[in-house]
């Protein structure tokens, strides 16, 4: 039996610039793994996948077909047995389904002794999903181009805070996707900028440059994500910024106690409606 930790992730950076022939996007981002995790417990079984998971139950959870591609691909007769505690909200930007779909299939190399080196378990990473190669990488941090399957793992961040909003809304990222207007979307300071930001690693410098294109399709859609991040700022977070496509809100702070008190000034501000939760950036050997 293993017992993993899926990370949950934020994006510090997100540009999308254009749309390909292929129909995905283009896109430039710098993604940060977080102290959020789900957790997940495999067991070898006989034959079949089988998986407990109250939230997403059935085939189309990623973890059954992160587990079926393996079986079909390398003609796996072996099963297993998963079971899955989400804790990361679902449909909120924080990659929750990307991140069980690549500890499963770290975990599965173990468990059924496959050998597959990191260069093979992202070739089949990339089949899951944009963000799934991501958390395959143990790294805290990395930039991502393509369609964000293209990795170069950062220099960890010196240790963070963070205040996380969850406000309960659940977003459509394709629907999102499909609503750019790449002729009204402004254009964001160049990427190789942040990344000199972040080489340094100066989180007041790197709070300033926060960027997602993204925004400027859901914020309009949804006020009130856009009032929580205007709360975090107003509550003293060094930089606030949507996560992905939403409908995840986070606020940068220095010290845990800086945070803590950025957390309950939204408190008392009324936001106790929302999810909020005080966590911290997440560097190499999750595991």
């Known amino acids: 039996m293993l017992k993993l930790l899926a990370p949950a992730k934020i994006n510090l950076f997100l540009s999308v610039l254009g749309k390909r022939q292929d129909g995905y996007h283009e896109l ?27 939230q997403v139950p059935g085939v ?25 505690e989400k804790n990361i909200p679902i449909a909120a930007g924080l990659g929750g389904g990307s991140s069980d779909a690549a500890t499963t299939l770290i975990g599965l190399n173990e468990l059924w002794g496959l050998g597959l080196s990191q260069d093979e378990l992202i070739h089949f990473a990339s089949k899951l999903g944009a963000d799934v190669p991501f958390f ?11 369609i964000g399957t293209i990795i170069t793992p950062l220099p960890d961040l010196p240790p963070f805070w963070l205040v996380m909003i969850f406000p309960g809304i659940k977003i459509s990222t394709a629907k999102v996707y499909a609503d750019l207007n790449f002729m009204l979307t402004n254009k964001p300071i160049n ?3 942040i990344e000199v930001v972040i080489k340094k ?27 929580l991040k205007e709360e975090l700022l107003e509550a003293g977070a060094l930089g606030a910024l949507m996560s992905g496509s939403g409908s995840t809100v986070f ?8 945070a803590n008190n950025i957390y309950h000034k939204l408190r008392k ?8 939760l005080v966590t911290k950036s997440a560097g190499v050997n999750i595991q």
């Open 269 to 276: 501000r009324g936001c106790g409606k929302e999810i909020i």
């Open 191 to 193: 990427s190789k900028i």
């Open 60 to 84: 189309e959870n990623l973890v059954c077909q992160a587990a079926s591609l393996l079986k079909q691909e390398l003609k796996i007769k072996k099963g297993v047995k998963i079971r899955l």
């Open 136 to 146: 395959i990488y143990d790294c805290g941090l990395a930039y991502a181009t393509g």
């Open 251 to 258: 606020g940068i702070a220095r010290t845990e106690f800086e």
């Open 28 to 54: 430039e981002t710098i993604m940060q793994k977080i102290e959020l995790y789900d957790t997940i417990v495999l067991e070898e079984k006989d034959e079949g996948i089988e998986l407990e998971c109250e």
């Open 201 to 227: 690693g100066n989180i007041e410098e790197i709070s300033r440059l926060l960027f997602n294109t993204l925004e400027q399709i859901v914020l309009p859609q949804y006020p009130m994500i856009k009032r």
